[in-house]
């Protein structure tokens, strides 16, 4: 169940540094004169969002942290800009090492989803198993 959750979450920044560069081209486009700069700009968001959707490989811990941000494409390019390591983009440490949740907007929190009847059983019942002591858990070698 976690590997799935794990999955959805990498799935959900994909979706969200889509969006991100996609909003960033449209507000460029839409603006009366752009500048060079600007359209530099976007081409490092660009590569950015390229590297992370075709090459970086993400553990479970900077996705949740990415997703923190609002922009989490502009997150990581205060990490990319940031990296002094030579062989390695690790993005939790430059998340720490600049600051960033301090300098950047947060993403605002998701109202919970509506879940299920069978949902809320299921997760009662997770919750049950949990707060059982281990010596109330039934064995798998005793009748039930």
């Not at 359209?39 to 950015?48: D, H, K, N, P, S």
């Not at 993400?58 to 494409?73: K, T, Y």
């Not at 281990?134 to 064995?139: F, K």
């Amino acid at each position: 169940m976690e590997m799935f959750a794990e999955h959805d979450a990498q799935q959900k920044l994909g979706e969200r540094l889509d969006e991100s560069l996609l909003n960033h081209a449209k507000a460029l486009s839409t603006a009366d004169r752009p500048q060079i700069v600007q359209v530099y700009g976007l081409q490092a968001l660009a590569e950015i969002h390229c590297y992370l959707k075709t090459v970086h490989q993400f553990d479970p811990a900077e996705v949740e942290a990415l997703l923190q941000f609002n922009d989490p494409l502009v997150a990581a390019s205060l990490c990319w800009e940031e990296n002094s390591h030579e062989y390695s983009f690790p993005i939790c440490d430059l998340l720490r090492e600049t600051g960033a949740k301090e300098r950047l907007p947060l993403a605002e929190p998701e109202p919970p989803k509506k879940l299920s009847v069978r949902e809320q059983l299921r997760s009662a019942m997770k919750k049950a198993r949990q707060q059982l002591a281990p010596a109330e858990r039934p064995r798998g070698d005793e009748g039930r």
